[in-house]
C-alpha cells in the first residue's frame, strides 16, 4: 500500500510481462508510458540503485492475517501477509516496484494485486495530498478514461508511523467497477514507502481481501 512512485502502480509488471488484470492488456504503450511518467512525478520515488531483494516469513501479529506467510521487502522497508490463494508476482518489475503479489487469474474475470514501493522522505502534512492524486493517477493507469469515486481517505499509521490511505471505486468500462486502495507511509526523514492494492471485480470479498492485506503491512 500512492506515494510518489516512479512508474505507475507499485506494482505493476514491466511491461513485457503479464498484467494480474486483464484491462492490461488492451493499454496502449503510448498511453502506459504517459502515465508512468505522471506518476512518477506524484510518487517522486527515487529510482536507481535500490535493492530488490525480498522473501517470505511468517512473522507474528494480530492481523486477520497473522497465521499467513508474509513479505520481507527490504527495499521498501515493509512487511505484509499473503492470503491464501495468493502467490508471489514472477518476472521483473517495474523500477518503481520493489515486491507484489497476486491472485490467480481466470481468463477475463479480472484478479487483485498488491505492489509494494519506496519513495523520497515525505512530510506528515503532505501525505494527505500526496496520497490522494496518487491514488487517482494509478486508477488512469489501470482504468484509462474511466471516472473514479473517493470512498475513503483517512489518516492512519503503520507501525506508529503517520501514513494516509484513500480507496476508490473505479468504473472498468464493462459495466462493473474496481477497488483501489493506495497507503502511503512516512517511513523515516529519508523515505516513504506505500503499498497498493487494485481487484476486479470489487466485490465485497475482494474489497475486504485487498483491504486486508494494506491493513495487515509493519515498517520493518
Known amino acids: 500500500m500512492t506515494s510518489p512512485l516512479s512508474d505507475p502502480l507499485p506494482s505493476a509488471p514491466s511491461p513485457a510481462q503479464p498484467s494480474p488484470l486483464p484491462l492490461s492488456d488492451t493499454r496502449p504503450r503510448n498511453r502506459r508510458a504517459l502515465v508512468a511518467g505522471i506518476v512518477a512525478v506524484l510518487i517522486l520515488l527515487a529510482a536507481g540503485g535500490t535493492a530488490t ?7 507474528k501479529d494480530d492481523s486477520p492475517l497473522a497465521d499467513r506467510p508474509r513479505v520481507t521487502d527490504k527495499a521498501a522497508g515493509l512487511s505484509y501477509a499473503v492470503p491464501e490463494g495468493w ?3 514472477k518476472g521483473d518489475l517495474i523500477a518503481a516496484f520493489t515486491s507484489s503479489i497476486a491472485t490467480q487469474r481466470t481468463h477475463d474475470k479480472g484478479g487483485s494485486v498488491v505492489l509494494a514501493g519506496r519513495g523520497r522522505s515525505m512530510p506528515q502534512s ?7 492524486i496518487a491514488a487517482r493517477s494509478n486508477a488512469e493507469f489501470f482504468y484509462p478514461d474511466q471516472g473514479s469515486m473517493v470512498q475513503e481517505s483517512r489518516a492512519t499509521t503503520v507501525s506508529g508511523r503517520p ?3 484513500v480507496a476508490l ?3 472498468d468500462g464493462k459495466g462493473g467497477t474496481g477497488h483501489l486502495r493506495l497507503t502511503l507511509i512516512a517511513a523515516d526523514k529519508r523515505r516513504s514507502a506505500f503499498l497498493l492494492g487494485v481487484a476486479r471485480p470489487a466485490g465485497a470479498a475482494e474489497r475486504k481481501e485487498i483491504d486486508t492485506v494494506l491493513e495487515s503491512a509493519t515498517v520493518k
Do not use: C, G
Open 53 to 59: 531483494a525480498w522473501w517470505l516469513t511468517r512473522d
Open 163 to 165: 501514513a494516509h490511505t
Open 169 to 171: 471505486k473505479v468504473n
Open 126 to 132: 503532505a501525505l494527505k495530498q500526496q496520497t490522494e
Open 87 to 89: 502467490t508471489k508476482r
